[in-house]
């Protein structure tokens, strides 16, 4: 079984790793991976939040809607 905190940090590496590849998509315009991949990161955050909902939060990337990136 693994740890609150492993769950808690591996939910908090993914999203950190999706919110720099939507900047590096919609800000930059260089992906660094394929779409495929992206679709795959973002379902494991998701099957995250679904199995433990107190990760899910207004700042997380399954909660935002694609393309509106702030750069402020």
């Known amino acids: 079984m693994i740890s ?3 769950v808690r940090e591996r939910h908090k590496i993914l999203a950190e790793e ?4 939507r900047y590096r998509y919609y800000v930059l ?6 779409d495929g991949e992206f679709d795959r ?3 494991e955050l998701e099957a995250f939040e679904e ?3 107190d990760l899910r939060t ?3 990337p399954t909660q ?4 509106n990136y702030m750069t402020d």
């Open 18 to 21: 999706i919110n720099d590849h």
């Open 4 to 6: 609150e905190n492993a």
């Open 51 to 53: 199995k433990y909902p």
């Open 64 to 67: 935002q809607v694609a393309g």
């Open 41 to 43: 990161l973002m379902r």
């Open 58 to 60: 207004p700042d997380s």
């Open 29 to 34: 315009d260089t992906p660094v991976i394929s």
